[in-house]
């Protein structure tokens, strides 16, 4: 069982920055790491992704250029920095893991465990 710990959510303006964290209770190689998030009357939606050992990056379209996301492994902690915020970032943001790669690391179910999420909202 990986326990995952967000942190970093807040207020920010929009064009600001924010830097997210994700503390995980044990460090596996092969575990891929995922960043989500939900938007009031949306559906969960993909974010970011990389796997432990900090290739296979990918991005959603709507964040790609904006946010980078990063692991430090001595850490055990996986990082999503957020620049250029926008009002339609606003959400709770969750971190994601699953051991191996994922068939299609943009669906909610390919993720065995998450984090409890840290809301993120940004004023125009």
């Known amino acids: 069982q990986v326990q995952l710990v967000e942190s970093g959510g807040g207020l920010a303006q929009a064009g600001g920055s924010l830097r997210l964290s994700c503390a995980a209770s044990?460090?596996?190689?092969?575990?891929?790491v995922g960043w989500f998030r939900r938007a009031p009357g949306k559906e969960r939606e993909f974010v970011a992704g990389i796997i432990w050992t900090g290739g296979k990056l990918d991005y959603a379209n709507s964040v790609k250029g904006r946010f980078t996301i990063s692991r430090d492994s001595a850490k055990n902690t996986v990082y999503l920095q957020m620049n250029s915020l926008k009002p339609e970032d606003t959400a709770v943001y969750y971190c994601a893991a699953r051991r191996g790669l994922p068939y299609d690391s943009r669906r909610p179910s390919e993720y065995a465990f998450w984090g409890q999420g840290t809301q993120v909202t940004v004023s125009s």
């Open positions: 044990e460090r596996t190689l092969n575990t891929y």
